[in-house]
């Protein structure tokens, strides 16, 4: 299967101007050479570049898996939200209880 098959079936765009400036200036000024990313996608805020070398490396089924784990990482239910919350929450109140 082809870079270009892959990239659709995973849902991923081109970069562009805009994400270039927003999240890879960085990696460039650290001194990494970042033209081989040619794909990215958005989980929530934050942003997977890809490139062609890792999407020819490994194939759709690896890649769907991969995707299915960084969607549950980056994009949790609104229950875990809420539990991470309340547990900074009742560290916060037990903090201020000991002072």
Same mark, same amino acid.
């Given at each position: 299967?082809? &870079?270009? $098959? %892959?990239?659709? %079936?995973?849902?991923? =765009?081109?970069? #562009?101007?805009? &994400?270039?400036?927003? @999240?890879?200036?960085?990696?460039? @000024? $650290?001194?990494? #050479?970042?033209?081989?990313?040619?794909?990215?996608? @958005?989980?929530?805020?934050?942003?997977?570049?890809?490139?062609?070398?890792? =999407?020819?490396?490994?194939?759709?089924?690896? =890649? /769907? #898996?991969? #995707?299915? %784990?960084?969607?549950? &990482? !980056?994009?949790?239910?609104? !229950?875990?939200?809420? +539990?991470?919350?309340?547990?900074? !929450?009742? /560290?916060?109140?037990? &903090?201020? +209880?000991?002072?």
């Amino acid at each position: 299967m082809d &870079i270009h $098959a %892959k990239a659709e %079936k995973l849902n991923l =765009l081109e970069v #562009d101007y805009k &994400i270039y400036w927003r @999240n890879l200036i960085h990696l460039k @000024n $650290a001194g990494k #050479d970042i033209e081989q990313y040619q794909y990215y996608k @958005n989980y929530g805020s934050t942003t997977m570049v890809y490139s062609n070398e890792y =999407l020819n490396n490994h194939d759709i089924e690896t =890649l /769907l #898996d991969r #995707d299915k %784990k960084n969607e549950k &990482i !980056f994009n949790p239910n609104i !229950f875990r939200r809420i +539990k991470g919350k309340y547990d900074s !929450f009742m /560290l916060r109140r037990y &903090i201020r +209880k000991q002072r």
